[in-house]
């Protein structure tokens, strides 16, 4: 049975509450739930303005047993804010405001709903930018990579999100307001409550407002690519370009194929070949670290080794940035099954592209290979027909088989994607059950009445219940 909302036309004004099915329905998928259709509709979208009305909401639907699952930009690939039982859809997209910037301290102040791409923006006019940005940036809100924990492709020299988040302003399920993190570039005071909430996905509270760490722009930026003869030549020269300590601020790899379908969707000319593209960031002597870089990659027969004027960069990185689209593009009979996302330690990197590669090749079925090669991080995408069964299957079981394999060799079945709906299967293969366990208490007590986000990344009870029975759709 739908639940209940219209109490919310009595706590906000009209134009912050719709019960229209356009509204509800352009809240029942993100970009991964509305290529399995997975998304369920919400009985109620709001759009909350302020930190006092994402309290009021969200006290009022905890009393009367609602969900509640917040939702921003839509970007997310594991439909990690689109609801799982219906209730209410809570859009922090109005909340977009950059508060302060305090570039003596290296920070801002910002709102959830603030997209990546506004924050670079108001920590340029003082010479500074925010580092770990995902490729995603400039259409993903804060609110969401905090959420999600995310990263990108500057995660190998910058780090993840979470390492430049130092405070957050948090609504808890029952409506109460907390603060967790400091805006000193230390503390050992309390818990370190912070760290919990980025990368919950929404389940333990609502992040309202959150203090990030800026970074001074480099006064030399630097990019170029390197063509490998093969495959297992690109990623074993990443692995020593790592090992060796490079200092390199992008490092990122495209197998022959993922070359192939970015010249077809872009109409450019890039080598049938694979390649790994670079940047270097720094204020003085880059010159001697790109002459590191290629002393590294020719022992490992680097084909050729290019640097790209300042003019040509964007072209270089348009390839890389492109690629989601570029696969889904490639072919209109296959489509992506799930989007592979296992990130795992350095010294196995080469080991799992091979491995993902091989199991294509022996299937006969079209998987291209890429991702944020510094840090480890594994993106393969296995081209479906879904028209076919056998096919289907066929493709599910390589998907998992990579997943399997990247947590078997010490890795992670999702490296910056999140949990949501499509990983949760893993998460106990992964972290054992008494761990889940833990985060299970975790959750409940934060959220007694599981009124934040149910339906994701646990995908049952210890007791093998779910944790909230969906409701009932027409």
């Known amino acids: 049975m739908p639940y209940d909302c219209e109490f919310l036309a009595t706590l906000l004004p009209d134009e912050q509450v719709s019960f229209s099915e356009g509204a509800r329905d352009s809240h029942a998928a993100d970009w991964g739930s509305e290529e399995r259709g997975t998304g369920v509709s919400p009985d109620a979208v709001v759009w909350t303005e302020s930190t006092e009305d994402v309290a009021t909401v969200l006290a009022a639907a905890d009393e009367r047993d609602i969900p509640v699952t917040p939702y921003a930009a839509g970007t997310g690939l594991e439909g990690n804010a689109v609801p799982a039982h219906g209730g209410i859809s809570l859009d922090l997209t109005r909340m977009d405001a950059v508060l302060e910037v305090r570039p003596d301290d290296f920070q801002v102040d910002v709102e959830p709903g603030v997209m990546g791409g506004a924050i670079d923006e108001a920590a340029s006019e003082h010479g500074l930018f925010f580092p770990p940005l995902p490729s995603s940036g400039d259409i993903s809100t804060i609110g969401g990579m905090i959420a999600n924990d995310a990263s990108g492709m500057q995660t190998v020299k910058y780090g993840e999100v979470a390492d430049w988040v130092r405070k957050l302003e948090v609504v808890l399920a029952d409506g109460s307001v907390i603060g967790a993190g400091s805006r000193a570039a230390k503390t050992s005071s309390g818990y370190n409550l912070k760290d919990l909430f980025i990368g919950s996905e929404g389940t333990l509270g609502v992040v309202t407002s959150a203090t990030l760490e800026l970074a001074g722009r480099p006064q030399q930026i630097r990019g170029g690519r390197a063509i490998f003869p093969t495959l297992d030549d690109a990623t074993a020269a990443v692995f020593d370009a790592v090992r060796s300590g490079v200092d390199v601020a992008k490092i990122e790899l495209i197998d ?219």
Not at 262 to 275: C, S, V, W
Not at 402 to 421: L, N
Not at 444 to 468: C, M, Q
């Open 256 to 474: 022959a194929l993922s070359a192939a379908m970015a010249n077809d969707y872009l109409g450019t000319d890039l080598p049938d070949a694979p390649m790994v593209f670079l940047e270097f960031h720094a204020n003085h002597g880059i010159d001697a670290e790109i002459d590191f870089c290629r002393d590294v990659f020719e022992a490992h027969d680097v084909d050729r080794f290019e640097m790209a004027d300042e003019a040509d960069m964007a072209e270089l990185w348009a390839a890389r940035r492109e690629l989601a689209y570029a696969t889904i593009a490639y072919d209109p009979d296959l489509q992506p099954i799930h989007p592979g996302d296992v990130t795992v330690p350095i010294s196995e990197y080469p080991g799992v592209i091979s491995y993902a590669k091989r199991l294509a090749e022996e299937a006969d079925l079209l998987v291209p290979v890429f991702g944020h090669a510094g840090d480890g991080n594994v993106h393969y995408t296995v081209l479906t027909d879904f028209d076919d069964p056998e096919h289907v299957e066929q493709c599910e079981q390589l998907y998992a088989q990579v997943v399997e394999r990247a947590i078997a060799v010490g890795g992670t079945a999702t490296g910056e994607h999140g949990i949501g709906q499509g990983k949760r299967e893993y998460l106990v293969r992964e972290h054992g059950e008494e761990s889940v366990e833990a985060m299970r208490r975790l959750k409940w007590a934060f959220d007694p009445n599981d009124t934040l986000n149910p339906g994701k990344i646990f995908p049952e009870t210890a007791e093998g219940e779910r944790v909230r029975q969906p409701a009932s759709r027409p």
